[in-house]
């Protein structure tokens, strides 16, 4: 079951039309120069197949004082040039090898001169207000750090890609909300979530004075646990994270986790481990480990039944991605040292939220899986 504070979204007004309700307040506003400037960071590895859509989303969003800066780790293809040639006014850093996620971002934020930064997926597309409700819901209050916008899968326009993540202290279970999701076309309303752990770095709008405080992204974490972190040290340093329902992004998503599922479930493990292990209170974290390591499994075999990855493999990658925090455990306490600094975080236990998410994918008719909504088997 969809929690309560995901409401029902007009894609008749969202998509297609772009006169949002309030546009031509906004437009007036953007007349003055008190309008704060945001650095669009986009990392591009060989995405010749989406680029050109994502930049000409970005091309196309109204709110006026921006700059683009598009970093290029190291692609082979042809997307370089494309970039080049066909968006001139953007900047394009080029790095000779493939930096991976965090150190390419990275690359790009450090060349930002703007008071918010976003992150941007090259295999996203933005309605042409999205950027203006993030940061007109970051301007609302200074203790707003990040903002996230409503992410929907590019096919079917409209399900559910995130709509903020959720992490449970009793099982240590990450997950994003809303995942999978249909959501109905009656009507289009300003809404805010606030009741959220962490944002997806897709698309993740953050104030530059809270990146000054918490650090760049992680580096050293795998696929997927970057945007986790940035967030909780975003709340331990006394800011926080929400989710503007009225900015909408669309992302084609998973590309290689499509092509390669093992590998990348593995890489989301290992992060989710390096998470608890960073941010999880002594209490919960023992348990909570136990729980992922015995537990998850048969959890997972009986809610989310996929034939992309066996049961067998998925506990092997599951021990694999302990195992690798534990090499590292001396390196991970120092740095849980460093990152307690910032302050205390107060995370829930989510147990039943959980239950009713995984109740959703078991027992729905209808949740998404690679391109297609398919019935559960």
């Known amino acids: 079951m969809l929690r309560a504070s995901i409401p029902e979204v007009s894609f008749a007004a969202v998509r297609t039309n772009n006169e949002h309700p309030r546009a031509n307040e906004y437009n007036k506003k953007e007349d003055s120069p008190k309008l704060p400037l945001v650095s669009i960071v986009v990392l591009n590895w060989n995405g010749e197949d989406v680029i050109r859509s994502s930049l000409e989303s970005i091309e196309k969003l109204n709110y006026r004082n921006k700059e683009v800066i598009v970093v290029d780790n190291g692609s082979t293809d042809s997307s370089p040039a494309m970039i080049s040639n066909e968006f001139p006014d953007f900047r394009l850093l080029r790095s000779s090898a493939n930096l991976g996620f965090s150190a390419g971002m990275n690359l790009g934020i450090k060349a930002s001169r703007g008071d918010f930064i976003l992150l941007f997926n090259n295999d996203a597309t933005a309605h042409p207000e999205s950027l203006s409700e993030l940061v007109r819901t970051a301007m609302t209050n200074p203790r707003i750090g ?26 240590g279970t990450i997950w994003s909300d809303g995942l999978g999701k249909r959501i109905r076309v009656d009507s289009f309303r300003k ?61 084609i998503g998973s590309h290689s986790s499509r092509q390669m599922p093992l590998w990348s479930y593995a890489q989301r493990l290992k992060s989710d481990f390096r998470v608890m292990i960073l941010h999880f209170p002594l209490v919960a974290l023992v348990p909570s480990l136990a729980f992922q390591l015995v537990i998850t499994p048969f959890f997972e075999l009986f809610f989310f039944r996929q034939s992309d990855i066996s049961f067998l493999s998925r506990v092997e990658a599951r021990l694999a991605g302990f195992g690798n925090n534990m090499r590292n455990l001396p390196e991970l306490l120092a740095l849980r040292k460093r990152i307690a600094a910032l302050g205390s975080l107060r995370l829930k236990v989510r147990t039943k939220e959980l239950l009713e998410f995984a109740l959703f994918r078991a027992k729905s008719k209808e949740y998404y899986m690679g391109k297609f909504l398919q019935k559960a088997s």
């Open 146 to 171: 990040m903002v996230g916008p409503l992410i929907l899968y590019g096919e079917p326009s409209d399900v559910i890609w995130t709509s903020g993540g959720k992490l449970d202290l009793v099982t």
């Open 191 to 251: 809404a805010l979530v606030t009741d959220i752990d962490f944002l997806s770095g897709c698309a993740l709008l953050a104030r530059k004075e809270v990146v000054d405080m918490i650090g760049l992204l992680d580096e050293r974490s795998a696929i997927g646990g970057q945007d986790i972190d940035w967030c909780l040290k975003t709340r331990r340093a006394g800011f926080d994270c929400v989710l503007s329902l009225n900015a909408i992004i669309w992302h």
